[in-house]
C-alpha cells in the first residue's frame, strides 16, 4: 500500500467488539488475566503495552520503513531512551547544529555521567566523516538540521559509521517520514518529537523511536518498559490522528513554505535566506537525492539581533512561539528561545536568525503579514 493509505489504516483495524473505524482510547492501566501468566493479546499492565500505543507504533513504524516502533512520552524521552544504549566512556559523534535540548541533555545530563561528545558540522559529515568516527559508539544527526537547515548525506553516513563499528541515529522530525525515511537509507535507528508533524495540531507532547534491527528493537522494547518513559494512550490516539492527515498536511506546508521562500528571496531586509529547496543551498543537491520534497521549516537571517527580535514581535498571523510542525505558522529567533542553551557553545546560534515554522495557512495571508512586520 501507498504511504497515504497506510497512514490511515496501517495498525488500525475497525474495533474488533464494536466495529468502529477509529482506535479506541484504551484508557486502563492493568488488564485481567485468563489465569496466572495467561495474558489477552499479550496485555498485562499499560506501561509495558497499551492497545491504543501500540495501533500508534505498529502505524509509524510502517510509514518510516521500520520492523519495530516505540512510543514516548515526549521527543526528549526518546531521545533519553535510546542515548541508554550508550555507557559511560563511549563516544557519541553529533552534528553540531542540532537540536538544543538535545545538546542540552547531551552537554548537561549524559556528559557529566561519562560520555564523551565530539560534534562536527555537516560540511564534516559530508566530506571526510570517517575520520571523526575513530571510537564512536553513536553517530547522531538531524537532516535538515534545527535550525540552521543543514543537509546530511544520510546514505554516505550510515556507510561511514558502520564502518567504524557506530550505530547511526537520525532525528527525522523536521522531514516526517513523508519527505524522508532514514531506515530505507542505512540508519539503524531513526527519532521523532512527535508533537511537531506528526501530530500537527499542537495539542499534544510525544516522542517516537524505530529500528528494523531485531537485537536493537528488543532492548529498546526493554528500556521503553524499564525507563517508562512511554506515551499516554490519549496522547497516542492523538498522534495516530495526525497521522492520517500528514501526507496533505506536508504538501501544504511544502507548497506554502516555497512562496514564503520566494518572497524572502526578494526583500531587502533579508540577508540570507537558510532552505534546502533553493538550488544555492550547499546541500539541494542531496537534500533533492534523499527527500521527497524540502519541507515547510525556513531559517533566514536579518541585519542585527535587534531587527530580528522587532520582526517577530510585529507579526500577527505568525504566532510568537516555540516548537513548529502545527497547522499554524509559528515564528521565533532559536538564539533566545528554543536553542538558548547553546549560547556559550562553539557553534551558537546565531542572535540574527529568524526561525520560521509554515503552516497550512493561505500562503498570501503569511507573505502579507511577513511584509508588514519586515518593514
Known amino acids: 500500500m501507498q504511504f497515504d493509505t497506510r497512514a490511515i489504516h496501517d495498525g488500525q483495524p475497525p474495533d474488533p467488539s464494536t466495529g468502529a473505524v477509529t482506535v479506541p482510547i484504551y484508557q486502563t492501566s492493568t488488564y485481567v488475566q485468563e489465569a496466572v501468566g495467561q495474558l489477552k493479546d499479550g496485555y498485562d499492565y499499560s506501561r509495558t503495552a497499551n492497545p491504543t500505543r501500540r495501533a500508534l507504533e505498529t502505524c509509524l513504524a510502517s ?12 521527543g526528549m524521552a526518546a531521545t533519553t531512551t535510546v542515548m541508554h544504549l550508550v555507557s559511560p566512556g563511549d563516544l557519541v559523534v553529533s552534528v553540531n547544529d542540532v537540536y538544543g535540548g538535545t545538546y542540552r541533555l547531551f ?6 555521567r561519562g560520555v564523551r561528545f565530539s560534534y562536527v558540522s555537516a560540511d564534516q559529515c559530508n566530506t571526510g566523516l570517517e575520520r571523526h568516527l575513530d571510537g564512536a559508539k553513536m553517530l547522531w544527526l538531524e537532516s535538515p538540521t534545527n535550525p540552521l537547515l543543514n543537509v546530511v548525506d544520510i546514505a554516505s553516513a550510515a556507510a561511514a559509521a558502520h564502518a567504524a563499528g557506530a550505530l547511526l541515529v ?8 513523508y519527505l524522508q525515511r532514514p531506515i530505507e537509507l542505512g540508519a539503524d535507528i531513526v527519532v521523532h518529537s512527535a508533537t511537531k508533524y506528526l501530530g ?10 524505530a529500528t528494523s534491527d531485531d537485537a536493537l528493537g528488543q532492548r529498546l ?10 506515551a499516554g494512550p490519549f496522547d497516542s490516539w492523538l498522534v495516530l490522528r ?88 509559528l515564528i521565533e529567533t532559536p538564539a533566545q528561545m528554543t536553542h538558548s542553551s547553546t549560547a556559550d557553545a562553539p557553534f551558537a546560534t546565531p542572535p540574527n536568525l529568524v526561525r520560521l515554522s509554515v503552516g497550512i495557512e493561505s500562503a498570501d495571508d503569511l507573505i502579507e503579514d511577513l511584509e508588514q512586520a519586515l518593514a
Open 63 to 74: 510509514l518510516e520503513s521500520a520492523e519495530h516502533g516505540f512510543a514516548f512520552a515526549s
Open 170 to 177: 537520525v532525528d527525522n522530525t523536521f522531514a516526517t517520514p
Open 107 to 112: 552537554s548537561k545530563v549524559y556528559e557529566p
Open 242 to 329: 495526525g497521522l492520517k492527515t500528514l501526507p496533505v498536511r506536508m504538501r501544504q506546508h511544502c507548497e506554502n513554505a516555497r512562496a514564503v521562500v520566494g518572497f524572502l528571496g526578494g526583500h531587502p531586509a533579508v540577508t540570507r535566506v537558510l532552505y534546502p529547496g533553493l538550488v544555492d543551498h550547499p546541500g539541494h543537491e542531496i537534500a533533492a537525492r534523499q527527500m521527497r520534497d524540502y519541507g515547510g521549516m525556513i531559517s533566514f537571517l536579518v541585519d542585527d539581533e535587534r531587527q530580528a527580535r522587532d520582526a517577530v514581535a510585529r507579526t500577527r498571523v505568525w504566532s510568537l512561539a516555540e516548537s513548529l510542525g502545527g497547522v499554524e505558522s
Open 200 to 209: 500537527g495540531h499542537s495539542d499534544l507532547v510525544s516522542g517516537f523511536a
Open 221 to 230: 522494547a526493554f528500556l521503553q518498559n524499564s525507563l517508562g518513559a512511554v
